[in-house]
Structure formats: structure tokens, C-alpha cells
């Protein structure tokens, strides 16, 4: 079984509705991110967390949200989703020394 | 300036040859230093972690110049499976934060 699990691995979505994505691992690590991934641009941070009481902006949080559910459990939330934020989505985990460990991603299409 | 970057490529190099990617960063501060291998439509995954004295496992050899703020990747004896996007990673000395180059494209040619 992976140690790193996305929910759902693509979603078709409407301008406007609110989705969530789902990350969980079994990893054990305290440390959870979510990325997105876009052509030309690389992987950009959203959001980290670093324990369940720990929540913290990336780079490109606006219009995003998270909830850290549990150790296991890093959600990501699009209030409102608009074309722009088409794009693969990643949780990670880290633990010390600093090595990232990726979910298979989220395909996210906004119409 | 953006904190790694990296010859986007594409390199398309024929079996056998041997490859050289480049990285530069721009936070003289960080600590860890990695190389990543992304395949079409699919997860980063570690390929190697790149340690101040160089290291190399197997065909990959990776240095570091923390003077020059550069990060070097090397493949001997390309195979075609070493086709894949190379992505350069650089964790902030506080540990917070991976920051991501764009990657380098490989395809090997048979």
C-alpha cells in the first residue's frame, strides 16, 4: 500500500463549487504540504503544516484553505473554485532529516 | 529571483552518453540539497540527496558549491529509463520549506 494516498486522483469541477482534496499517510511524519504543479512554473507551496495545531501560507495561498485533521490527514479546500487553479495537486510529508515524499497527485480541472 | 533554478532543456542525448544538469540557488542559507525524478503524470520521487562533499550512487554523481550556490547532477551511460523530468530541491536552513526548480526534460535516445 502506498504511504502517501490522494483523494480523488481527478476531478471535473464548475466555476464557483466548492471541492476538497484529501491527502493521508502512513508514514508517520509530522510534517504534511500541499503543492501545485502547473507547465513551466514548477511546484509552488500552498500550504504546510507541522503538527495538528500548526498551519502555515505558502507561496500561493490565496484561495485555499486547509484543515489538518489528524497526524494522518492534510485536507485541502477550494472555497470557490475558478479555471486558474486547473492544476495537478500534491501532498507531501517530511520528517527529519528533510526528505519530501509525495501522494500520486490530484488532476484538478476547473470549467 | 526565484530561489532554484534550472535549465528547463529539453536534453536529448543518446544511449550511452553521459549528461550533466545545473542548479543554482539563491538562499546562501540553505542546508539540504536534493535531486528529484518526476515521470510523465506522475509523483516526484527522491533520486538523491547532495552532500557537501559530492556523492555519487551508481551511475549519478551529484555535487555541491555552496560559494557558487550550485547544484550539479550527473548521469553516466544514460539508459532509456532515465528519461524523465530532473527536478533540482533546496530546504530553507530553517527546515520549513522545499523550494523546487521547474525541472530539466531527459530523453534518452535509442
Known amino acids: 500500500d502506498a504511504d502517501v494516498t490522494q483523494t480523488p486522483r481527478n476531478r471535473i469541477t464548475k466555476t464557483g463549487k466548492r471541492i476538497m482534496l484529501e491527502c493521508s499517510q502512513t508514514?508517520?511524519?509530522?510534517?504534511m504540504y500541499w503543492y501545485r504543479q502547473d507547465p513551466g512554473l514548477g511546484l509552488r507551496l500552498i500550504y504546510y503544516s507541522f503538527d495538528v495545531k500548526d498551519i502555515n501560507k505558502g507561496e500561493i495561498s490565496d484561495g485555499y484553505s486547509v484543515s489538518r485533521q489528524a497526524q494522518a490527514k492534510f485536507s485541502l479546500s477550494l472555497e470557490s473554485a475558478i479555471p486558474n487553479q486547473t492544476a495537478l495537486y500534491f501532498c507531501?510529508?517530511?520528517?527529519?532529516?528533510?526528505?519530501?515524499?509525495f501522494g500520486p497527485g490530484t488532476r484538478l480541472l476547473v470549467l | 529571483r526565484k530561489e532554484v533554478e534550472q535549465d528547463p532543456g529539453p536534453f536529448n542525448v543518446p544511449e550511452g552518453a553521459t549528461v550533466a544538469f545545473n542548479c543554482t540557488y539563491s538562499?546562501?542559507?540553505?542546508?539540504?540539497f536534493f535531486w528529484y525524478r518526476q515521470d510523465c503524470r506522475k509523483e516526484p520521487k527522491l533520486l538523491m540527496s547532495?552532500?557537501?562533499s559530492g556523492n555519487e550512487d551508481g551511475r549519478f554523481t551529484a555535487q555541491l558549491n555552496r560559494a557558487s550556490q550550485y547544484i550539479s547532477l550527473l548521469i553516466r551511460d544514460s539508459k532509456l529509463s532515465d528519461s524523465a523530468t530532473y527536478l533540482c530541491?533546496?530546504?530553507?536552513?530553517?527546515?520549513?520549506?522545499?523550494?523546487f526548480g521547474t525541472g530539466t526534460s531527459l530523453t534518452v535516445i535509442p
Open positions: 508514514k508517520g511524519h509530522d510534517r
Open positions: 530541491v533546496v530546504n530553507t536552513n530553517t527546515g520549513n520549506q522545499f523550494y
Open positions: 547532495v552532500y557537501s
Open positions: 538562499n546562501s542559507a540553505s542546508q539540504s
Open positions: 507531501a510529508t517530511s520528517d527529519s532529516p528533510p526528505t519530501q515524499y
